[in-house]
């Protein structure tokens, strides 16, 4: 059975710094895309971050490029997101996902394209 594990979230001061880590058991997903989400209440879930599977290339939304970033360990099967310079609007619950049906921007920013999720880590964002 396939599962996706995050650790890492919690309640951190707005400029402040937060590491997400998620831990994949199942099967290997080295070799396709992995990536991040977050669903803040009241609004729908959007993408944060992918990495792709071929060649480690980065992906990341406008609202979090150069503060974030997505890293991936193939050999642990594990997939994280180095968050900086954290903003109350970044507060959300984070999922991980893992092996997107197709590849591109396009298709990792949209959740209907990923075939695994985690079940989310919450990150608290005080002003």
């Known amino acids: 059975q396939v599962q996706l594990v995050e650790s890492g979230g919690g309640l951190v001061q707005a400029g402040g710094s937060l590491s997400l880590s998620c831990a994949a058991s199942?099967?290997?997903?080295?070799?396709?895309?992995m990536g991040w989400f977050r669903q803040a209440p009241g609004k729908e879930r959007e993408s944060v971050a992918a990495i792709s599977g071929i060649d480690s290339r980065t992906y990341y939304a406008d609202s979090v490029k150069g503060r974030f970033t997505i890293s991936r360990d193939n050999a642990e099967n594990t997939v994280a997101l180095q968050m900086n310079s954290l903003k109350p609007e970044d507060t959300a619950v984070y999922y991980c996902?893992?092996?997107?049906?197709?590849?591109?921007?396009?298709?990792?920013?949209?959740?209907?394209?990923?075939?695994?999720w985690g079940r989310g880590t919450q990150v608290v964002v005080s002003s």
């Open positions: 199942g099967r290997t997903f080295s070799g396709v895309a």
């Open positions: 996902v893992a092996d997107s049906t197709h590849s591109g921007s396009y298709f990792y920013s949209r959740a209907s394209w990923w075939n695994y």
